[in-house]
């Protein structure tokens, strides 16, 4: 006879976490699923610096200045830091709702509702609080079952709601939330730097090797400068284009995601409750403000039941601090038989026994229910009769 055990086994918080995200070296790195513009990101920075540091450098540090491979190397390490903070980070994801708050929080919208009439659509589902003296809605995210706090938005790629959220950005591979914005911007504002750090002294190098060899011979002799000019010349519009782009939604204090919609532009001119009116406050407040923890608790332990079974030839003992008795002796009903005489109630204890050593054991004429507690806090105990 196969016995079954169950066993409690301790796990990590971010291998049970829903949505679409991957985590590595134990949840401490949290990036989306689809990695494959982030790779090649990386191929793009670090192969064209690598040309950079192989081809041009050298000659720049002998002909005009040590210094200017020096600070290539620094800005080159600056762009991957800000570029690794931003992809490995949690951008400030939203825990997902409990059953019991789900069904807490349903019961109150049904509540606030009313009886919805077959046929017809319910209302939505929002709520209005008060920023600033403006109203602002709390929209219900019917996939994590919660009302999203301000300004927080549903990605539909990593499948979670994610507070301050800008957009999902493929070329980091993460989305870019209240968490992160900080070093996403700081990434393309020192990427936009290093572009056209290394554009404009591929030009020196061309330049100078032009006035010795010729420009044909410079070219033949530096294949890697071409390369490193066509990469540069297309990447440089882009990125410094976005770096632009976000410089003005800082100065607003506004997201990507809120002039998308146009949340603060829009018919009724609804004024944009989070800025300060003033460019500096508002730079301040999104760059220099204070660095949020996350609310995952991603390496958290939390226990899970784990049954597993033992073979059926092996006997299965279980040992016991006290010895169980071997007889007992069975004892009369809790409540007696109102109809029984006072001097007949000792013998019920000796009748029962009788019978239940010869006979099946009969059912006692009256049966407990379980402790009720009645709406005023009073505890009863109801009897009932059983029949025969």
């Known amino acids: 006879?196969?016995?079954?055990?169950?066993?409690?086994?301790?796990?990590?918080?971010?291998?049970?976490?829903?949505?679409?995200?991957?985590?590595?070296?134990?949840?401490?790195?949290?990036?989306?699923?689809?990695?494959?513009?982030?790779?090649?990101t990386l191929f793009l920075i670090i192969g064209t610096c690598s040309?950079?540091?192989?081809?041009e450098c050298p000659y720049l540090a002998v002909h005009l200045s040590p210094a200017i491979p020096v600070f290539a190397v620094l800005l080159f390490l600056f762009v991957m830091a800000m570029l690794l903070r931003t992809s490995f980070s949690d951008p400030g994801v939203l825990p997902r709702a409990l059953p019991e708050e789900a069904n807490f929080i349903e019961m109150e919208i049904e509540a606030a509702n009313g009886n919805v009439l077959a046929g017809q659509r319910p209302p939505p589902r929002i709520k209005n609080v008060q920023i600033n003296n403006q109203i602002v809605k709390l929209k219900y995210c019917y996939t994590c079952k919660i009302f999203r706090p301000p300004r927080a938005s549903h990605c539909s790629i990593c499948d979670n709601c994610v507070d301050r959220f800008d957009h999902h950005c493929p070329w980091v591979g993460n989305c870019?939330?209240?968490?992160?914005?900080?070093?996403?911007?700081?990434?393309?504002?020192?990427?936009?730097?290093?572009?056209?750090?290394?554009?404009?002294?591929?030009?020196?190098?061309?330049?100078?090797?032009?006035?010795?060899?010729?420009?044909?011979?410079?070219?033949?002799?530096?294949?890697?400068?071409?390369?490193?000019?066509?990469?540069?010349?297309?990447?440089?519009?882009?990125?410094?284009?976005?770096?632009?782009?976000?410089?003005?939604?800082?100065?607003l204090n506004q997201t990507t995601n809120e002039d998308i919609k146009g949340s603060w532009s829009g018919k009724n001119r609804i004024q944009n409750p989070y800025s300060h009116k003033n460019f500096m406050k508002n730079c301040c407040e999104v760059l220099c403000g204070p660095?949020?923890?996350?609310?995952l608790d991603r390496r958290g332990v939390m226990l899970e039941d784990a049954c597993s079974s033992t073979p059926p030839d092996v006997p299965v003992t279980t040992k016991?601090?006290?010895?169980?008795?071997?007889?007992?002796?069975?004892?009369?009903p809790l409540i007696p038989n109102e109809h029984t005489p006072d001097e007949a109630k000792p013998g019920i204890a000796a009748g029962t026994q009788k019978s239940s050593s010869s006979l099946?054991?009969?059912?006692?004429?009256?049966?407990?229910?379980?402790?009720s507690t009645s709406p005023n806090g009073v505890t009863s105990t109801v009897i009932k009769e059983s029949a025969h």
């Not at 010795?212 to 390369?227: A, C, N, Q, R, Y």
Request: glycine share 6%.
């Open 1 to 40: 006879m196969s016995a079954v055990m169950i066993t409690r086994k301790a796990a990590r918080k971010w291998e049970k976490l829903p949505g679409k995200n991957t985590f590595c070296c134990d949840g401490r790195v949290m990036m989306a699923r689809q990695k494959g513009v982030f790779y090649l």
């Open 51 to 55: 040309l950079f540091f192989g081809f």
């Open 176 to 251: 870019v939330g209240k968490r992160n914005y900080r070093y996403f911007y700081l990434f393309t504002l020192s990427l936009s730097l290093l572009t056209i750090y290394i554009f404009v002294f591929n030009i020196v190098h061309v330049v100078l090797r032009s006035v010795d060899s010729g420009f044909v011979s410079t070219l033949k002799e530096t294949p890697g400068t071409v390369l490193e000019v066509i990469v540069c010349f297309f990447t440089l519009w882009s990125v410094v284009g976005l770096t632009g782009f976000h410089t003005y939604l800082i100065s």
């Open 291 to 295: 660095t949020y923890p996350s609310v």
């Open 320 to 332: 016991s601090s006290t010895p169980a008795p071997q007889t007992t002796e069975p004892t009369a």
């Open 360 to 371: 099946k054991e009969e059912k006692p004429p009256f049966s407990r229910e379980p402790l």
